[in-house]
């Protein structure tokens, strides 16, 4: 029997039922895992082949192949508040590249950097510098923007937001990347 208490407890229920959140089966299906491993996939038209599209919110870097096809490698990020946005060109690739951080990066954190405070070193390519394999540096409108796509000695970071502004990649990525993008190759960044 249904009384005039059960029917309004049961209204009472309802009513604050619809103010939680919906069921987890209404909602938007969860993204797939993070996964570095380059692998063909479909992208907007808007890109054309031989272009290159960086998500740094999702970690990938897209490598546009042909109309609405890429390839996807998973990368490393700038930490927030150093991250580089925006379109630039390959104006100028590496193997094996030297390096030296910036004033600013030295500034930041002269400890991690403390073989460069006050002397003009620089450290040679190899297996233990930062850029790691290759390098691809980003110009605009001529002018080097001293950020870069990069392999790294520390692979563990891709998928994270670690870096001082540059993109980084597996070295056996980036190699790939450097065989395949020409000087001039358009890169976004968003």
Partial sequence: MFSRRKMLSTGTAAAAAALLPLPALARKKDPAPFD???????????????????????????????????????????????????????????????????????????????????????????????????????????IDTYFRIHGTNQPQTIGHSVSNGCIRMMNEHVVDLYERVPLGTVVTVL
């Fill in 36 to 142: 570095p491993t380059p692998q063909e996939v479909r992208i907007r038209k808007d890109f054309a082949p031989g272009q290159i599209l960086v998500l740094p919110r999702s970690y990938y870097l897209y490598f546009v192949t042909d109309k609405r096809k890429a390839v996807r490698y998973g990368v490393g990020v700038g930490k927030a508040g150093l991250e580089f946005t925006g379109r630039a060109v390959i104006e100028r690739k590496k193997e094996w590249p030297t390096w030296r951080p910036t004033d600013e990066m030295i500034e930041r954190d002269p400890r991690a950097y403390a073989k460069f405070v006050d002397n003009d070193y620089i450290q040679p390519g190899g297996p233990d510098n930062p850029l790691g394999a290759r390098a691809l540096y980003l110009f605009q409108n001529g």
